[in-house]
């Protein structure tokens, strides 16, 4: 089993930045690659970026250049920083984690982002 727990989120104006945290705590050993999503109400589930163990990033054309995703594997943390932000990122933010036990996602974190 993992946990997850995200943090960071809030309110911020279009071309502000945000750093979201996601702690992972348990089976954290067994962790391969973990990710960012993101969901709007009505709205599917997309991937924002994610890394894998080795440190090979993988991101969302829509936020390309602007966010960054890295993790501290010593500290079982992975974080996203977003900058340049649009009313368009505003959804609640995910945090993802694989592992040989499956899928694990956290709560999620509101990420509003004003006009």
């Known amino acids: 089993q993992v946990q997850l727990v995200e943090s960071g989120g809030g309110l911020v104006q279009a071309g502000g930045s945000l750093r979201l945290s996601c702690a992972a705590s348990?089976?954290?050993?067994?962790?391969?690659?973990m990710g960012w999503y993101r969901q709007d109400p009505g709205k599917e589930r997309e991937l924002v970026a994610d890394i894998t163990s080795g440190g090979r990033t993988n991101y969302a054309n829509s936020v390309k250049d602007r966010f960054t995703v890295y993790r501290d594997n010593a500290k079982n943390t992975l974080y996203l920083q977003m900058n340049r932000l649009r009313p368009e990122d505003t959804a609640v933010y995910y945090c993802k984690a694989d592992s040989d036990g499956g899928g694990y996602w956290g709560q999620g974190t509101q990420v509003t982002v004003s006009s």
């Open positions: 348990g089976d954290t050993i067994c962790i391969s690659t």
